[in-house]
């Protein structure tokens, strides 16, 4: 069965600080690794990642993969109270391929 | 115009009762899904269709049961709530086929009283 683990469960941190947060997985059959951010409402799309080593970067965020070693890590420079959020990490179901399956996420609480 | 919608965005009603979620995506997608979110925040899969075609059907009890008239609608019918059917329900949809990133609804709080 695949297996998503992600740590922390929570941690909360200052305006401006910088933050990494971590996906391991297990999966039969890897084909990506995906993140999002989820606010109040609907998850809404991060990143996906294919290759190793290959940095993703939007803004201030950042994720890289690591296919040998089975992680992912995604950081977050000068935070802002607006990164306040879940952030949820996800790999497709080995079997179909169709659905996501997701990790508990990380809960990221930014202080002004 | 809002890619993925749901209705209704709250749901509240009384153990036994039946109700249904509908959804659209106006996205040209050919795949939709239920997702189901419990209080701790954990997303899991509970049915996916490809072009109206049945996909994924996880372990989910009968009482819940998919219905996709369209590659653009999937509603979810539940029968005989139960107290334990309480969490935020999402829709999704993704492009075409498997491996594809997936678009959200934005929700609807299920709660059983």
């Known amino acids: 069965e695949d297996k998503v683990v992600q740590s922390p469960l929570s941690l909360v941190v200052h305006e401006g600080d910088t933050v990494t947060l971590n996906c391991s997985y297990e999966?039969?059959?890897?084909?990506?690794l995906l993140w999002y951010k989820q606010e109040k409402k609907a998850p809404t799309f991060l990143f996906m990642l294919?290759?190793?080593?290959i940095e993703k970067k939007s803004g201030r965020l950042s994720s890289i993969l690591d296919k040998k070693e089975l992680f992912s890590i995604l950081n977050i420079t000068a935070t802002q109270t607006g990164d306040s959020a879940v952030y949820l990490c996800?790999?497709?179901?080995?079997?179909?391929?169709?659905?996501?399956?997701f990790g508990k996420g990380t809960s990221l609480l930014v202080t002004p | 115009d809002t890619a993925v919608s749901q209705t209704p965005k709250y749901l509240v009603t009384q153990m036994g009762n039946d109700k249904s979620i509908k959804c659209e995506q106006n996205?040209?997608?050919?795949?939709m899904y239920w997702y189901k979110q419990d209080s701790k925040k954990f997303l899991k899969i509970m049915f996916s269709?490809?072009?109206?075609?049945?996909?994924i059907n996880e372990t989910v009890p009968n009482r819940f049961s998919p219905k996709s008239p369209d590659k653009a609608h999937l509603n979810l019918h539940i029968n005989s709530l139960e107290l334990g059917d309480s969490a935020v329900y999402f829709c999704?949809?993704?492009?075409?086929?498997?491996?594809?990133?997936?678009?959200f609804g934005s929700g609807t709080q299920l709660s059983v009283l």
């Open positions: 999704a949809s993704s492009r075409s086929g498997p491996f594809e990133k997936l678009f």
């Open positions: 999966v039969t059959n890897f084909r990506s």
């Open positions: 294919t290759s190793s080593g």
């Open positions: 996800a790999v497709p179901d080995s079997n179909s391929g169709y659905a996501l399956n």
């Open positions: 996205l040209g997608h050919d795949t």
């Open positions: 269709y490809n072009n109206k075609e049945l996909i």
